[in-house]
């Protein structure tokens, strides 16, 4: 069965500090994993994706098939990166979510 | 606003009504998903259509609940004799068909049942 797992409900940190948001994934075979953000009362967005290779605003994020993981970093995060983060697979059509993890960034 | 669209925005309702949401997808997004989110996690699966037609459905569609999309733009969800657990947002997001279309989402239909 496919299954996204984000261990973090609640990430804090100092603004300027770097930020990781864990993600991993079960799925035997070649998914396709994304970062999706809400921001406060704004709708669900992409904000990446690992076939993409890009950095958006600032976060990338590097598919570790060996640990099965997609973790999303940023070097120096910035109190407009407060917002809910979600980790999603693909295979197929539908995208499988993780719970999400909440990024609070303080001045 | 040419992004997904979904009405109505909150939807309050005495357990055991049947309550119907819309989604409007973007123009021309052959695919349209609907999701559930409830307090404390991320959103879930409920079905989708490629066009018109509903190609998968995930076992959180219990038979109180069914989803058209006649004529493949709008799509309706509706559920009968609504439960407390019901109570949850319900998202929907279109993409275009090619795999790796993005999804967009809408804004969500946030129901509590009483």
């Known amino acids: 069965a496919q299954r996204v797992t984000q261990p973090e409900k609640l990430l804090s940190v100092f603004k300027g500090a770097p930020v990781e948001l864990k993600c991993n994934y079960s799925y035997s075979g070649s998914p396709e994993l994304f970062w999706y953000v809400q921001y406060s009362r704004q709708r669900l967005q992409l904000l990446l994706r690992?076939?993409s290779r890009e950095s958006i605003k600032g976060f990338t994020a590097d598919l570790n098939k060996g640990e099965t993981s997609f973790h999303l970093k940023k070097p120096f995060a910035q109190e407009e990166d407060s917002a809910m983060y979600y980790c999603?697979?693909?295979?197929?059509?539908?995208?499988?979510f993780g719970k999400g993890t909440r990024l609070s960034v303080i001045a | 606003d040419t992004g997904v669209s979904q009405n109505p925005r909150h939807k309050i309702t005495k357990r055991g009504q049947n309550v119907t949401f819309r989604c409007d997808p973007i123009?021309?997004?052959?695919?349209l998903y609907w999701y559930r989110q409830t307090l404390g996690q991320g959103p879930e699966f409920l079905t989708y259509f490629q066009n018109e037609a509903q190609l998968e459905k995930s076992r959180l569609l219990s038979d109180r609940f069914s989803a058209e999309r006649p004529k493949g733009s709008f799509s309706t969800l509706e559920i009968q004799r609504t439960e407390q657990g019901d109570s949850a947002m319900y998202l929907c997001a279109s993409s275009s068909w090619t795999a790796t279309g993005e999804a967009f989402f809408g804004q969500g239909t946030r129901l509590t049942v009483v």
């Open positions: 690992h076939i």
């Open positions: 999603a697979l693909r295979s197929g059509t539908p995208l499988v």
């Open positions: 123009s021309e997004h052959n695919r």
